[in-house]
């Protein structure tokens, strides 16, 4: 009996998803759907929600699992050859250093311009301790600024300037417009007519950054992987000293 209605429940929840789906098609696609199947479907709904409680449970576990699973992959890699992942991302810092953070982050979050700070004063004090390497996670859902920011940036590296135009962006946050991104052009003296044309290219790299954070369940920013001697993985700002410390 149990297995019956196990087959009858996955059979509703397929049902139902297809249903769900094929409301979000066009109006103008030609579906079919069985009304008598569209009211069995219903009516277990209404008689059973946990199936949809449990289904979608099941779902997020399954996610989370997989979630896991592609970051521990991410974080071995790294750790065994951490130029892959760095990959033609900006770096600063150490050349050789066996430490090497990865920093997801966004040009209009407040928290990112704050961990700009600690991160400029890390460099100072340890400049021979480790490599900072920068990834584009700009929550454009949310920060109407974010994207355009970060191609302008992406542009900006194309003239070995993004270092330079990174921190006058995060310096000058509350101002990110296109003025002040011609304007740190001009001062940076970038080319103007590259600048303009290799913003309209930065998409592409942009986009592997941002599905490498979606890969790894980065849920903000900024967010930091880490890897050195002591340590690997997924790591608080605040933590980043004792790192480099070397303190377990």
């Known amino acids: 009996m149990f297995k019956i209605f196990t087959h009858f429940r996955n059979l509703a929840i397929v049902s139902l998803i297809c249903l769900i789906l094929s409301w979000s098609l066009p109006v103008q696609a030609e579906t ?3 009304p008598q199947l569209e009211k069995q479907v219903l009516e277990i709904i209404r008689k059973h929600p946990e ?3 449990e289904s979608v449970g099941a779902y997020q576990q399954q996610q989370q699992q997989n979630i896991q699973k592609s970051r521990q992959e991410f974080i071995n890699n790294f750790q065994a050859n951490p130029q892959s992942v760095i990959g ?8 050789k250093s066996k430490t090497v953070l990865i920093e997801f982050s966004d040009f209009e979050c407040p928290y990112c311009a704050e961990a700009h700070q600690t991160l400029k004063d890390l460099l100072a004090k340890y400049p021979n301790k480790f490599t900072l390497v920068y990834k584009h996670f700009p929550l454009y859902q949310i920060h109407d600024q974010a994207l355009p920011a970060a191609t302008a940036a992406w542009a900006a590296y194309q003239q070995g300037k993004f270092w330079e135009y990174h921190d006058a962006l995060f310096t000058n946050q509350k101002q990110l417009g296109e003025t002040l991104y011609l304007n740190i052009a001009k001062k940076l003296n970038l080319n103007l007519t590259k600048f303009d044309n290799d913003r309209k290219l930065a998409n592409k790299s942009i986009e592997k950054d941002l599905l490498l954070a979606q890969q790894l369940g980065l849920g903000g920013t900024p967010s930091f992987i880490i890897t050195s001697p002591n340590f690997a993985g997924p790591v608080k700002l605040t933590e980043v000293e004792e790192i480099l410390q070397g303190k377990p």
Request: hydrophobic residues 45%; charged residues 20%.
């Open 51 to 53: 199936i949809i409680i």
């Open 88 to 95: 033609d991302s900006p770096t600063i810092g150490a050349t």
């Open 32 to 34: 079919k759907i069985d």
